[in-house]
């Protein structure tokens, strides 16, 4: 499994407990998959950041909300499954290759990201550009 996509699509859909739990080992897990530029890292890195400021997955999950109307809710979680098939390649091309299907989805999700000043913009840049 390639865990990169895995946590991408873990943090774009609606958090949970398990979520939260994955945050503080996330990074190694993509760091030493090696996928993302050292600038995609950082970027990654603060919204991992982002995410842990929350003292409860209460708050994190009401800012999802305010983020995402319940269209873009479906969207996302949708992007989020997809994400995960994604992550079930057997090599990178494969990955590329399946990621572009998802790429509309993505790319709409941006778009409201932006328009709604969203901290999630950044995540699904990384999406966009992976």
Do not use: F
């Given at each position: 499994m390639l865990q990169t996509y895995h946590h991408l699509a873990t943090l774009i859909?609606?958090?949970?407990?398990t979520t939260r739990a994955a945050l503080p080992t996330l990074m190694d897990d993509v760091v030493g998959e090696g996928l993302l530029s050292d600038?995609?890292?950082?970027?990654?890195?603060e919204f991992?950041?982002?995410a842990a400021s929350f003292a409860t997955l209460d708050e994190w999950t009401a800012d999802y909300?305010?983020?995402f109307d319940h269209t873009a809710i479906g969207s996302?979680?949708?992007?989020?499954?997809h994400l995960d098939y994604v992550a079930q390649a057997?090599?990178?091309e494969t990955a590329h290759q399946r990621l572009t299907l998802g790429y509309e989805t993505a790319q709409r999700l941006r778009d409201h990201c932006?328009?709604?000043?969203c901290p999630y913009a950044p995540?699904?840049?990384l999406v966009l550009h992976a």
């Open positions: 859909d609606l958090p949970t407990e600038e995609s890292l950082e970027t990654l890195n991992v950041e982002y909300l305010q983020c996302a979680h949708s992007l989020a499954l057997a090599d990178i932006a328009t709604a000043e995540l699904l840049d």
